[in-house]
């Protein structure tokens, strides 16, 4: 019954999105805009959902995109609480010389929602989904924000923490190759500049200790970006984790890039000096261009080689596909890769998914 | 007699070399302005085509004065420039934006031999939403007869309400800018 009730009320009060840092191509350099969290990702504002249907959307109206499409629309409730949530999911295809596989995974399913108070903001995300299209009835990400000045945030709480491009593949090597894919909330505390130029951040985290992670890594993370000429963001990361005597650190570049409204590429880089001394590089890019209002043709990247002696470690994919926001609530990505593990073949395998997302 | 002649030809000659004003070109050139949104630091860029502008010279004076259509402002995103429009410029009432400058240190014989003038100080008074304000700024007009003019306002001079949306406020001064072709 529990289960049945927060898949229902995920169904019915979904709201999510990921953080779109390209939206930097309309002149939008901060996330905190369009997103409860000041790092991107998650639960939009009432602005944010303005932005689907006016900027990111193929079609759709100002009503359609608010939460229950304004069914319930109170200005009373809307000035401290804002309820959303999503439900998203993967058919995912592997061809190889050895296997041909075809899979339907759900990936997230949960309900997110913020309480307001003045300059103080209390967010939760509900529902961790689990193997078997089981959801469990739990809090993955919450925090507490206190937001004393426009450009200044503080947070406390459990959530990814910002380093690099928060981008939606999840996946990809500078994401989950670093430890920062879905399910990697950590811990923490954490202040951020959002200025007009630069945007800064920094913060101390530890990995929650779970049945299957019973190692800790405390660590301290900053990043600084900086917008130039409007539509380019340059940034700069560090990671520095200790984990039971053991350490391990991280540099990274990136830049965002909106050559015009409808051309963009993003780009990261990072280098790690892992736990087993290793030094690894990760990177992906992604060139993009919306051919019509809400459609992008999509070029993507990545390369992964957590140590760089070890030809064995390397993992690297290159693929073409589109990203379709039909109407304001519905997100679709396909991608097509070429991918190569190295550990497993010198050949490439062809990889193909793609992830459906609907959102309150 | 031969005095006389000289006198009047001179004289004539004088009036038919007062230079002609310039005049713009409406369809080159643009005006622009940049706001900035907070909390979030949003860019907020509109655009319209060029203000019908005109230099007049006298021997001692040179002046600008320039007529925007503010129905011809964009920012991009549709609903935005409504909101712009209906709401805040109010356009209906107030259709246009006019900013007069009295005095530009531009010689009368500036059209007969075009010389670069760069980023020079102006004082100007803009009308925008009924409310006549004196505005500063910096001028510049280059050889190929293109002008360019930069400067800020505060909305409240002008008895602007201060634009807000769903959370997202903008800042107070706007900065104004303008391209303008002569012929």
Not at chain 1, 104 to 116: N, P
Not at chain 1, 176 to 186: H, I, P, V
Not at chain 1, 325 to 351: C, G, L, M
Not at chain 2, 27 to 33: L, P, Q, V
Request: aromatic share 14%; net charge positive; proline share 4%.
């Amino acid at each position: 019954m529990k289960i049945f009730l927060i898949t229902f009320f995920s169904l019915l009060m979904g709201e999510n999105a990921h953080a779109f840092p390209e939206m930097i191509r309309h002149n939008y350099p901060n996330c905190i805009a369009c997103h409860e969290a000041p790092a991107g990702g998650g639960l939009l504002t009432a602005y944010g959902r303005t932005i689907t249907h006016s900027v990111l959307s193929t079609w759709g109206g100002e009503k359609e995109a608010r939460p229950f499409y304004g069914a319930f629309d109170n200005k009373y409730t809307q000035s401290w609480l804002n309820i959303g949530g999503d439900v998203r999911a993967l058919q995912l295809y592997t061809n190889s010389k050895t296997t041909k596989q075809a899979m339907f995974i759900r990936m997230q399913t949960g309900v997110e929602a913020a309480v307001k108070y003045k300059q103080f903001k209390a967010v939760s995300f509900f529902g961790k989904q689990e193997a078997g299209n089981m959801v469990r009835g739990e809090s993955i990400r919450h925090y507490l924000m206190y937001q004393p000045t426009d450009e200044i945030t503080v947070r406390v709480g459990r959530f990814v923490p910002n380093f690099g491009l928060n981008i939606p593949e999840h996946t990809l090597a500078t994401r989950k190759g670093l430890g920062f894919d879905q399910g990697t909330e950590r811990d923490q505390i954490e202040g951020m500049w959002n200025g007009e130029r630069l945007n800064v951040s920094g913060s101390f985290s530890k990995t929650v200790k779970t049945e299957q992670k019973k190692k800790q890594e405390n660590a301290f993370t900053a990043q600084v970006n900086y917008v130039v000429y409007d539509t380019y963001r340059l940034g700069f990361n560090t990671w520095f984790g200790n984990e039971k005597q053991k350490t391990r650190e991280i540099y990274g570049v990136n830049a965002v890039l909106g050559f015009t409204e409808k051309l963009y590429y993003l780009s990261e880089f990072d280098l790690q000096y892992g736990f087993d001394n290793k030094r690894g590089l990760f990177h992906f890019s992604k060139l993009g261009y919306e051919i019509v209002k809400g459609f992008h043709l999509l070029a993507l990247e990545e390369y992964r080689k957590t140590d760089l002696k070890n030809e064995k470690t390397l993992l690297n994919a290159h693929g073409l596909g589109f990203q379709w926001f039909p109407r304001p609530h519905f997100d679709f990505e396909a991608i097509w890769n070429k991918r190569r593990v190295a550990q497993q073949s010198n050949d490439y395998t062809d990889y193909a998914y793609l992830m459906m997302h609907y959102y309150f | 007699m031969k005095f006389l002649i000289v006198l009047t030809a001179t004289v004539f000659n004088f009036a038919f070399s007062a230079p002609k004003p310039l005049v713009s070109i409406p369809a080159k050139g643009k005006t622009t302005f940049e706001a900035v949104g907070k909390p979030a630091m949003i860019k907020i860029k509109g655009e319209s085509p060029s203000a019908a502008a005109l230099i007049s010279f006298t021997d001692s004076n040179t002046s600008l004065s320039a007529i925007l259509n503010l129905e011809l402002l964009k920012t991009g995103i549709d609903m935005r420039d409504d909101h712009m429009k209906e709401k805040y410029l109010e356009t209906k009432k107030f259709p246009e934006a006019k900013l007069v400058i009295a005095t530009l240190k531009i010689p009368s014989t500036w059209s007969a031999s075009p010389a670069p003038i760069k980023d020079q100080d102006f004082d100007g008074i803009l009308t925008l939403h009924g409310k006549d304000v004196p505005v500063k700024g910096v001028f510049s007009l280059n050889d190929k007869k293109i002008a360019q003019a930069e400067f800020k306002i505060k909305l409240t001079d002008f008895n602007i309400e201060i634009p807000e949306y769903l959370g997202v406020k903008v800042a107070e001064v706007v900065t104004i800018k303008t391209e303008i072709q002569f012929e």
